[in-house]
């Protein structure tokens, strides 16, 4: 039986081919049967994945339900299983056992982690990434980590974002970022050039969200130090050009979140069925119209 291809080398596939792989987050659980569906029926290489404060502050249950529901649901051929964001400070300014969270999902059998040291200054933000490289070692896990700010999660008001990215505040440094990698080991890097997570706090989650661009600049330099893939977050609401032009410069995962949970929130008062219909057209449209990266699973070696 062929050996079936890792999370980890698929990424490194994107970044040599120079496409992307999304990940798209699951905060409610009927959302990952259309999410798989249209990977499968688009030939689409794409990953399943929950973040720490999808359990605490949406519906998406467990660490357990979800792979659960992975497991009920997933089509190797196209999808393997992410844990996203678990911070090891959270949005509330809260300490996480991030260590306990991870090992259970590595010991659950997700195909790659993230810890997101990235509220604390470089040096601890250092020691915690390398502490979840040691535990995901012996499995052969990929784990990804962060470093710069990317924004929007927290409760308290945002700058207004032209402010912010003409200041550059909290983008990732690409010193810090070579030093980083060497030092963690990581094996993908989550940065910060412009790029903002979408709003999730009760009055703020239905809002849309303010159309960002990407300083594809520093993306180049960061990618050309560092040698690793990059991981876009705050995939909701980026111009297309701008993505583009940072896949072609070094981003070879993103991550979206906003895009198909406000679909899925505004149709599930009609019923669930419908919602999950509304999530499938949005998932086509991402891969087809915006990402253009249907039937990615070959050329990335999967099926
Ligand atoms: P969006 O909500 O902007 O799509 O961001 C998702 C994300 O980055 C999750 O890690």
């Known amino acids: 039986m062929k050996k079936m291809i890792d999370s980890r080398r698929i990424v490194q596939n994107a970044l040599k081919i120079k496409t992307v792989v999304p990940g798209f987050n699951i905060p409610y659980l009927p959302m990952m049967e259309p999410v798989v569906r249209a990977l499968a029926d688009t030939g689409t290489c794409g990953l399943i ?32 299983l992410h844990l996203d964001h678990v911070p090891v400070i959270d949005e509330d300014n809260l ?6 969270i991870i090992s259970r999902a590595i010991d659950l059998g997700y195909d790659s982690v993230m810890v997101d ?86 009055a703020k989650r239905s809002q849309t969200k303010v159309e960002a661009k990407l300083d594809v600049e520093r993306i180049g330099e960061i990618s050309r130090v560092v040698k690793i893939p990059l991981v876009l ?33 505004k149709a599930v008062s009609v019923s669930v069925a419908h919602a999950q219909e509304e999530v499938y057209k949005t998932v086509l449209k991402i891969i087809r119209d915006e990402l253009e990266i249907a039937g990615s699973a070959k050329l990335l070696g999967l099926s």
């Not at 929950?50 to 190797?76: N, P, Q």
């Not at 300490?95 to 306990?100: A, I, L, R």
Request: charged fraction near 30%.
């Open 233 to 265: 977050h705050g995939g909701t609401g980026i111009k297309n050009e701008y993505i583009r032009e940072s896949v072609r410069r070094g981003i070879a995962k993103i991550n979206i979140a906003t895009a198909i949970r406000q679909p899925y929130e």
């Open 95 to 100: 300490e996480v056992e991030y260590q306990e």
């Open 49 to 80: 994945m929950v973040a720490r404060l999808e359990w605490t502050k949406f519906k998406s249950g467990s660490l357990e339900d979800i792979c659960s529901e992975y497991r009920r649901l997933k089509d190797e051929r196209y999808t393997r």
């Open 117 to 202: 040291a990235s509220r604390l200054p470089l040096i601890e933000n250092i020691r915690c990434t390398e502490k979840i490289k040691g535990l995901a070692r012996k499995s052969g896990v990929a784990v990804e980590g962060e470093l710069g700010a990317v924004m929007g999660h927290e409760t308290g008001p945002l700058p207004p974002y032209e402010e912010l990215f003409a200041s550059g505040k909290g983008f990732t440094d690409v010193k810090e970022a070579e030093t980083f990698v060497r030092e963690t080991g990581v094996d993908w890097l989550s940065v910060a050039a412009g790029n903002i997570h979408g709003a999730i706090t009760a």
